[in-house]
T-cell receptor, first 114, second 113 residues
Framework: ETGVTQSPTHLIKTRGQQVTLRCSSQ?????VSWYQQALGQGPQFIFQ???????GRGNFPPRFSGLQFPNYSSELNVNALELDDSALYLC?????????????FGPGTRLTVT | GNSVTQMEGPVTLSEEAFLTINCTYT??????LFWYVQYPGEGLQLLLK?????DKGSNKGFEATYRKETTSFHLEKGSVQVSDSAVYFC????????????FGSGTRLLVRP
């Protein structure tokens, strides 16, 4: 069984540019959540997709957007990058929303904005 | 609002020492509580969880008990190993329909041989 995978591993962008991060969920999982982890901090919830619909959003501006595809893989898009967007972006998948369903995390994408 | 507070690190221990990492929470309703571990260069792994008051989660020698009266979920291990060196995150979920995880800021554990 393949776990959660994310691409790319590392990315360097310039302020003002746009970036797309990708996540493949674990087989059979229909829910994907995205988190931002700044250096030395705990992950912060960005948003969640459940069966291709957004199912909750954290305190992030609209320039953070996402998609979920019919195969339940997902993308995180960030427009007009700012220096503070530099962070580790984590994707997690689960069988369904619900605390009885464990969220399985991918290894993350390290984004550096210069 | 909903939040998690953990003791600041780093926590430095000698091998075979007793470990406690404190975690308290503020939440509406009855959240589920979790401990996640992050090894260098990796994502998060679920270590243990508890879904209701007085439940004890346990895994790999680690334990934590959901204490509703003190809103706490302290992580303990009787004898740490060098391989336990990592960052530990306390988290809660179940405060909305997304069951998003709300994390503390993490506690780094360094275990010396």
């Amino acid at each position: 069984e393949t776990g959660v995978t994310q691409s790319p591993t590392h990315l360097i962008k310039t302020r003002g540019q746009q970036v797309t991060l990708r996540c493949s969920s674990q087989s059979g999982h229909n829910t994907v959540s995205w988190y931002q982890q700044a250096l030395g901090q705990g992950p912060q919830f960005i948003f969640q997709y459940y069966r291709e619909e957004e199912n909750g959003r954290g305190n992030f501006p609209p320039r953070f957007s996402g998609l979920q595809f019919p195969n339940y893989s997902s993308e995180l898009n960030v427009n007009a990058l700012e220096l503070d967007d530099s962070a580790l972006y984590l994707c997690a998948s689960s069988l369904d929303p619900g605390s009885s369903y464990e969220q399985y995390f991918g290894p993350g994408t390290r984004l550096t904005v210069t | 609002g909903n939040s998690v507070t953990q003791m600041e690190g780093p926590v430095t221990l000698s091998e075979e020492a007793f470990l406690t990492i404190n975690c308290t929470y503020t939440a509406t309703g009855y959240p589920s509580l979790f401990w996640y571990v992050q090894y260098p260069g990796e994502g998060l792994q679920l270590l243990l969880k508890a879904t209701k008051a007085d439940d004890k989660g346990s895994n790999k020698g680690f334990e934590a008990t959901y204490r509703k009266e003190t809103t706490s979920f302290h992580l303990e291990k009787g004898s740490v190993q060098v391989s336990d060196s990592a960052v530990y995150f306390c988290a809660l979920s179940g405060v909305d329909s997304s069951y998003k995880l709300i994390f503390g800021s993490g506690t780094r554990l360094l275990v010396r041989p």
